[in-house]
């Protein structure tokens, strides 16, 4: 990529590259700019072919020329999109010779949040969940969200729910901030999902009374929990109606349920559980495969 430093301006940027899931992908940053009053930027990348360098060969401008132009063509496709759903929408764009991973994670310095598909063709060649995307997910500066062609916003959604997961850890706090910020923001109710499936009944209790009795003092403490960690966010978003879900069952599975008919599902890269300094957590990249709608991932140096 070239020496020369890109910004995002705190802009909402998304990877560009043709693809179904890009094109799901352009569509909800569309959306989601409107909604949030911010401007985008589209972002590509592209990379001269490996034999090019062999044995000491110089590519001819005209191949950077070429590439350059078919990366061209992708921005203004996507801005063609942009301009289709809003015409009010700022829009930006930058084209970079390197890998996508470094110019998504040098932009992620400065956006707002990433948007990414979670498939990709051409200019953004592998981009598939564990190579590019999950690269981009578990390092970026600010929140990446995955968008696979197969979970984007349609109109039985699009009024759907925000999604977070909250485990009292600090990373589902910041989670919890972003969650209610683009709630707020799209007039949505948010969903706050917490799990505790992870909590163990004392296997020396006999009787099933017993075992009913603990279990329930165990759930009242998990809905105590989780109404204790959404006070403060009650208080700055008072706006925001609030569904709250306390489940006794895996997290993947409570959280895959309650987000059938959200239009974003919004989770810390890692949880409770997790081991320190983890970039993914077991719940984050299975979500990132399996959740019917966008996911948004939220990294604890996340602005």
Same mark, same amino acid.
């Given at each position: 990529?070239?020496?020369?430093?890109?910004?995002?301006?705190?802009?909402?940027? =998304? /990877? $560009?590259?043709?693809?179904?899931? #890009? $094109?799901?992908?352009?569509?909800?940053?569309?959306?989601?700019?409107?909604? %949030?009053?911010?401007?985008?930027?589209?972002?590509?990348?592209?990379?001269?072919?490996?034999?090019?360098?062999?044995?000491?060969?110089?590519?001819?401008?005209?191949?950077?020329?070429?590439?350059?132009?078919?990366?061209?063509?992708?921005?203004?496709?996507?801005?063609?999109?942009? /301009?289709?759903?809003?015409?009010?929408?700022?829009?930006?764009? $930058?084209?970079? !010779?390197?890998?996508?991973?470094?110019?998504?994670?040098?932009?992620?310095?400065?956006?707002?949040?990433?948007?990414?598909?979670? &498939?990709?063709?051409?200019?953004?060649?592998?981009?598939?969940?564990?190579? *590019?995307?999950?690269?981009?997910?578990?390092?970026?500066?600010?929140? =990446? =969200? *995955? $968008? %696979?062609? @197969?979970?984007?916003?349609?109109?039985?959604?699009?009024?759907?729910?925000?999604?977070?997961?909250?485990?009292?850890?600090?990373?589902? %706090?910041?989670?919890? !901030?972003?969650?209610?910020?683009?709630?707020?923001?799209?007039?949505?109710?948010?969903?706050? *999902?917490?799990?505790? /499936?992870?909590?163990? =009944?004392?296997?020396?209790?006999?009787?099933? #009374?017993?075992?009913?009795?603990?279990?329930?003092?165990?759930? @009242?403490?998990?809905?105590?929990?989780?109404?204790? !960690?959404? /006070?403060?966010? &009650?208080?700055?978003?008072?706006? *925001? !109606?609030?569904?709250?879900?306390?489940?006794?069952?895996?997290?993947?599975?409570?959280?895959?349920?309650? #987000?059938?008919?959200?239009?974003?599902?919004?989770?810390?890269?890692?949880?409770?559980?997790?081991?320190?300094?983890?970039?993914?957590?077991?719940? #984050? &990249?299975?979500?990132?495969?399996?959740?019917?709608?966008?996911?948004?991932?939220?990294?604890?140096?996340? &602005?």
């Amino acid at each position: 990529m070239s020496d020369k430093k890109v910004t995002a301006d705190n802009a909402i940027v =998304v /990877a $560009v590259d043709g693809s179904e899931a #890009s $094109v799901s992908a352009v569509a909800w940053a569309a959306n989601a700019a409107v909604k %949030r009053g911010t401007a985008l930027k589209l972002a590509t990348a592209y990379t001269m072919p490996q034999f090019m360098y062999a044995d000491g060969m110089v590519p001819p401008q005209e191949l950077y020329d070429e590439l350059e132009n078919e990366a061209l063509d992708k921005i203004n496709n996507a801005r063609e999109q942009v /301009a289709q759903f809003s015409k009010d929408i700022p829009v930006s764009h $930058v084209i970079a !010779e390197g890998t996508p991973i470094d110019l998504l994670l040098e932009l992620s310095e400065t956006a707002d949040m990433i948007v990414m598909g979670s &498939r990709g063709l051409g200019g953004l060649s592998g981009l598939v969940l564990g190579s *590019v995307s999950s690269a981009v997910v578990a390092h970026s500066h600010c929140p =990446v =969200v *995955v $968008v %696979r062609k @197969d979970s984007d916003v349609t109109n039985d959604t699009k009024y759907g729910p925000v999604v977070v997961g909250v485990d009292g850890s600090e990373i589902s %706090r910041k989670a919890m !901030e972003y969650a209610f910020r683009e709630a707020d923001a799209r007039k949505a109710t948010l969903r706050a *999902v917490h799990s505790w /499936a992870d909590a163990q =009944v004392q296997s020396t209790l006999v009787g099933l #009374s017993a075992v009913q009795s603990q279990l329930d003092a165990l759930a @009242d403490q998990e809905r105590k929990m989780l109404e204790d !960690e959404l /006070a403060p966010f &009650r208080e700055k978003y008072p706006d *925001v !109606e609030i569904e709250e879900v306390v489940d006794r069952d895996r997290p993947i599975q409570t959280l895959k349920e309650n #987000s059938e008919d959200a239009q974003l599902l919004v989770l810390g890269s890692h949880g409770r559980g997790g081991f320190k300094g983890m970039l993914l957590g077991s719940t #984050s &990249r299975a979500l990132l495969q399996y959740a019917p709608c966008p996911m948004m991932v939220v990294r604890p140096d996340a &602005r």
